[in-house]
């Protein structure tokens, strides 16, 4: 089972959001669930294309928010980058 690790620019993501976004006081509980299935899945996120690459992505508790990730599978670490709304034309998977 890999091990999911936020890192502190992910963390300034997300803290930024909930302020930003009016998010609810639960949001950390929600984001901690969504990020369960990378435990057992670690390749399920669609793979980035450009300078993302060779990131990661999947969606998280709204569908407007984008978890973007890499795995280390020598160590079986997935390593959260990033929190982006992917309605932001600065967005990841903006082409």
Do not use: C, N
């Not at 930024?16 to 929600?30: A, C, E, K, Q, Y």
């Not at 959260?80 to 709304?85: G, K, M, R």
Request: net charge positive; glycine share 4%; aromatic share 8%.
């Amino acid at each position: 089972m890999a091990k999911v690790r936020l890192s502190v620019p992910a963390v300034d993501d997300l803290d930024r959001m909930i302020v930003t976004h009016s998010l609810p006081v639960d949001t950390r509980l929600r984001v901690q669930r969504s990020l369960r299935v990378l435990e057992q899945f670690p390749r399920i996120g669609r793979q980035l294309e450009g300078r993302w690459a060779p990131m990661r992505v999947i969606l998280g508790p709204w569908r407007w928010m984008l978890i973007i990730y890499s795995y280390e599978e020598a160590a079986d670490v997935v390593l959260i980058v990033a929190f982006q709304d992917a309605r932001s034309s600065a967005a990841a998977t903006t082409p």
